[in-house]
């Protein structure tokens, strides 16, 4: 990181009070993989670790301010993209990316439901992040559900099938794509990852926990702050893996609500 200092690395995502998904899961995120977190919310949630009870979204114009206040005094370099929410905030985000296409990081997470099963992203704004977001990231981060989505396509059951549903997801423009197989119905949980240097898979064995609420936006955010510092695909994938792992089975020390616990992000350190 040397004649930089620590990156900045911005999140573009809806709020979660409960703390464990979402925004307050990105800084936490971007704060313990030694980088420096910043916030754009697209939305508001009402909810808890038990579900979603409310969504209350940003005004579009109010999103696009957002993101040009910081790209006009800060350096970015990298942005995570989670809940955008609908078509309009999908649109201005994609607007206000674009003259920094390049030249920075880009995760996409294409947050669409949910733990508890809540819609999160309206229908018309699939095809805006499928046609406009895609194109511009360096890694896109869909489970199985989500890449099934963005392909019209049935869910996946197989690696073939997720390694398939990876290779035609980056052909809509991504550098590079990881399926999640959280969903897989197997003792493993087997993601694959495409890119220009092929496949390549990464295990992970099943924890029995509750606490998984914010799992797939710690990830998606420790896979920014990496590419921030200057880590490849590759490598940024294995080192968020390996902290989202650590920050799951730590889970158990925290005792927050009834539900969906959230990960230990400092695990680390207390």
Same mark, same amino acid.
């Given at each position: 990181?040397?004649?930089?200092?620590?990156?900045?690395?911005?999140?573009?995502?809806?709020?979660?009070?409960?703390?464990?998904?979402?925004?307050?899961?990105?800084?936490?995120?971007?704060?313990?993989?030694?980088?420096?977190?910043?916030?754009?919310?697209?939305?508001?949630?009402?909810?808890?670790?038990?579900?979603?009870?409310?969504?209350?979204?940003?005004?579009?114009?109010f999103?696009?301010?957002?993101? #040009?206040?910081?790209?006009?005094?800060?350096?970015?370099?990298?942005?995570?993209?989670?809940?955008?929410?609908?078509?309009?905030?999908?649109?201005?985000?994609?607007?206000?990316?674009?003259?920094?296409?390049?030249?920075?990081?880009?995760?996409?997470?294409?947050?669409?439901?949910?733990?508890?099963?809540?819609?999160?992203?309206?229908?018309?704004?699939?095809?805006?992040?499928?046609?406009?977001?895609?194109?511009?990231?360096?890694?896109?981060?869909?489970?199985?559900?989500?890449?099934?989505?963005?392909?019209?396509?049935?869910?996946?059951?197989?690696?073939?099938?997720?390694?398939?549903?990876?290779?035609?997801?980056?052909?809509?423009?991504?550098?590079?794509?990881?399926?999640?197989?959280?969903?897989?119905?197997?003792?493993?949980?087997?993601?694959?990852?495409?890119?220009?240097?092929?496949?390549?898979?990464?295990?992970?064995a099943?924890?029995?926990?509750?606490?998984?609420?914010?799992?797939?936006?710690?990830l998606?955010?420790?896979?920014?702050? #990496?590419?921030?510092?200057?880590?490849?695909?590759? #490598?940024?994938?294995?080192?968020a893996?390996?902290?989202?792992?650590?920050?799951?089975?730590?889970?158990?020390?925290?005792?927050?609500?009834?539900?969906?616990?959230?990960?230990?992000?400092?695990?680390?350190?207390w």
């Amino acid at each position: 990181m040397s004649g930089q200092g620590i990156r900045n690395v911005l999140s573009i995502a809806g709020s979660d009070p409960s703390g464990g998904a979402g925004i307050q899961a990105d800084l936490k995120t971007f704060a313990a993989c030694g980088t420096y977190g910043m916030a754009v919310l697209t939305a508001l949630t009402a909810q808890n670790t038990q579900g979603v009870s409310g969504v209350q979204t940003v005004p579009p114009a109010f999103v696009a301010a957002q993101i #040009e206040a910081i790209f006009a005094d800060i350096r970015v370099d990298a942005v995570k993209i989670g809940m955008i929410a609908t078509a309009e905030i999908a649109e201005v985000v994609a607007d206000a990316l674009e003259p920094h296409r390049g030249r920075l990081a880009i995760v996409l997470d294409p947050v669409m439901i949910a733990k508890g099963g809540s819609p999160l992203l309206s229908q018309d704004a699939v095809s805006v992040l499928r046609d406009r977001l895609m194109p511009m990231a360096t890694v896109v981060t869909p489970n199985l559900p989500e890449a099934a989505a963005l392909l019209g396509e049935p869910l996946a059951t197989t690696r073939e099938e997720m390694v398939g549903q990876a290779e035609r997801l980056r052909g809509l423009g991504a550098a590079a794509v990881l399926v999640k197989g959280g969903h897989l119905e197997a003792d493993e949980s087997p993601d694959v990852l495409t890119d220009v240097n092929g496949n390549r898979w990464f295990e992970g064995a099943r924890t029995a926990t509750r606490n998984t609420h914010g799992t797939g936006c710690t990830l998606s955010s420790a896979i920014a702050a #990496e590419l921030a510092k200057g880590a490849a695909a590759g #490598e940024a994938v294995a080192a968020a893996k390996a902290y989202v792992a650590a920050a799951i089975a730590a889970a158990g020390r925290l005792t927050v609500g009834s539900g969906h616990g959230p990960l230990h992000h400092f695990q680390h350190w207390w």
